[in-house]
């Protein structure tokens, strides 16, 4: 099984910074990739960003050149630094592993950018 818990979300003004993370653990090395998703209040859920394990990213198209996907090659940790944040980047975020039969989530945390 995997695990993954999400930190750092929080209010943030319009133009400001927000760093959050995802603890991976349990048997994480069966996972291909790791990624951020977000939830927006009456939207679904949208893919943000993907690193796999060669350490290839991707970003969607709203998040590029704001967000930076990262990755703690010792523990798996996987980090997303946002800056530049709209209002219409308000949502729950979820960490994401891609595994090779399954999918796993964790819980989310709220992001609220608002003045």
């Known amino acids: 099984q995997v695990q993954l818990q999400e930190s750092g979300g929080g209010l943030v003004q319009p133009g400001g910074s927000l760093r959050l993370s995802c603890a991976a653990s349990?048997?994480?090395?069966?996972?291909?990739?790791m990624g951020w998703y977000r939830q927006a209040p009456g939207k679904e859920r949208e893919w943000v960003a993907r690193?796999?394990?060669?350490?290839?990213?991707w970003y969607a198209a709203s998040a590029k050149g704001r967000f930076t996907i990262s990755r703690d090659n010792e523990s798996k940790d996987v980090y997303l630094q946002m800056n530049n944040l709209r209002p219409e980047d308000t949502a729950v975020y979820y960490c994401?592993?891609?595994?090779?039969?399954?999918?796993?989530w964790g819980q989310g945390t709220q992001v609220t950018v608002s003045s």
């Open positions: 349990g048997d994480i090395s069966r996972l291909n990739a």
């Open positions: 690193i796999n394990t060669g350490g290839n990213i």
């Open positions: 994401h592993g891609e595994g090779v039969l399954s999918d796993h």
